[in-house]
T-cell receptor, first 112, second 109 residues
C-alpha cells in the first residue's frame, strides 16, 4: 500500500546506545519530516527536508542527526541516546500540490 | 512567542453541541494551514485544509484570518466519534510544517 513506512515500531535502548529510525515514502513527495510527540507537548519538529539534498533543523534538533538518502528515504539517528529522548517518533511526507501531510504509523522509543 | 499556539483545552461537550477551536501563528509569511485529527496513540490524519475564504466540510467549518493571524475550526452537532485531539498545522515558506500542541475534545453521550 502506498504511504509512509517507518521502522522499527518499537525499540528499547540503554542510555548511550545509538540507533537509526528509518522512513520511506512511495508517493513521490518532495518534503519529509521527523517529529516527536510527548504527552501534553503536541508534535514537535526535529528535522525536515524540504527537498532531496537539503535538511534543516526544526524546534528540537539537539541529540539527533538526519540523512535524506534519496527522494524516498529520510532517516533519523540518535548517536548517544538519553532518557529525555524517550518518545513516540513520527515520520511524514508532504507534497505542496496536493497540500497533504501523510504520516507513518509511529515508532515508540524507550531509553532506559 | 511560539510559532503556533493553540487553545489547550480539554473540551468536554455533550452530543449535539457546537465547539470551536482556535489557533494563532506568529509568522505572517505562513502559506498554508490545516487541521489534523489524532486518535489516541495513532498517527495524525488530515481533517481539512483551511482556505482564505473559509471552507466547510459537512459539520466542520474552517476559517483563516490573515490580518489577525489565526485559524479556527468549528464543529457543529458533535458526535461521539468526534472525540479526538485536534491539531492545527502551519506551513512556512520553506516547507517547514509546525504543529500546535493540540486540543483534546471529548464528546459525552
Amino acid at each position: 500500500n502506498a504511504g509512509v513506512t517507518q521502522t522499527p515500531k518499537f525499540q528499547v535502548l540503554k542510555t548511550g546506545q545509538s540507533m537509526t529510525l528509518q522512513c520511506a515514502q512511495d508517493m513521490n513527495h518532495n518534503s519529509m519530516y521527523w517529529y516527536r510527540q510527548d504527552p501534553g507537548m503536541g508534535l514537535r519538529l526535529i528535522y525536515y527536508s524540504a527537498s532531496e539534498g537539503t535538511t534543516d533543523k526544526g524546534e528540537v534538533p539537539n541529540g539527533y542527526n538526519v540523512s535524506r538518502l534519496n527522494k524516498r528515504e529520510f532517516s533519523l539517528r540518535l548517536e548517544s541516546a538519553a532518557p529525555s529522548q524517550t518518545s513516540v517518533y513520527f515520520c511524514a511526507s508532504f507534497i505542496s500540490g496536493a497540500n497533504v501531510l501523510t504520516f507513518g504509523a509511529g515508532s515508540r522509543l524507550t531509553v532506559l | 512567542r511560539k510559532e503556533v499556539e493553540q487553545d489547550p483545552g480539554p473540551f468536554n461537550v455533550p452530543e449535539g453541541a457546537t465547539v470551536a477551536f482556535n489557533c494563532t501563528y506568529s509568522n505572517s509569511a505562513s502559506q498554508s494551514f490545516f487541521w489534523y485529527r489524532q486518535d489516541c496513540r495513532k498517527e495524525p490524519k488530515l481533517l481539512m485544509s483551511v482556505y482564505s475564504s473559509g471552507n466547510e466540510d459537512g459539520r466542520f467549518t474552517a476559517q483563516l484570518n490573515r490580518a489577525s493571524q489565526y485559524i479556527s475550526l468549528l464543529i457543529r452537532d458533535s458526535k461521539l466519534s468526534d472525540s479526538a485531539t485536534y491539531l492545527c498545522v502551519v506551513r512556512g515558506s520553506n516547507y517547514k510544517l509546525t504543529f500546535g500542541k493540540g486540543t483534546l475534545l471529548t464528546v459525552n453521550p
